[in-house]
């Protein structure tokens, strides 16, 4: 059985940036639960979080 990698991801995290992740062939976690030592193939991001982004209101037309 073949052993997948894990990403220690700082959450909350966008789906777009986990599938993106996935897409690298590793498995992610949350940083909190990282151990002291890991793998030498596992990566950690613990940068800043994306913000979200927001929905625009359209505006209506009056014709």
């Known amino acids: ?3 997948q990698n894990i990403a220690y991801v ?15 062939g590793f ?6 639960f990282k151990p002291s030592s890991i793998g030498k193939d596992d990566k950690v991001f ?12 359209k505006k209506e037309s009056s014709e």
Not at 10 to 24: C, F, G, L, T
Not at 27 to 32: A, R, T
């Open 27 to 32: 498995n992610v976690v949350d940083l909190k």
């Open 10 to 24: 700082k959450h909350p995290v966008s789906k777009e940036e986990v599938n993106k992740i996935r897409a690298d």
């Open 1 to 3: 059985m073949k052993k």
């Open 46 to 57: 613990d940068g800043k979080p994306k913000p979200k982004r927001k929905a625009v209101k």
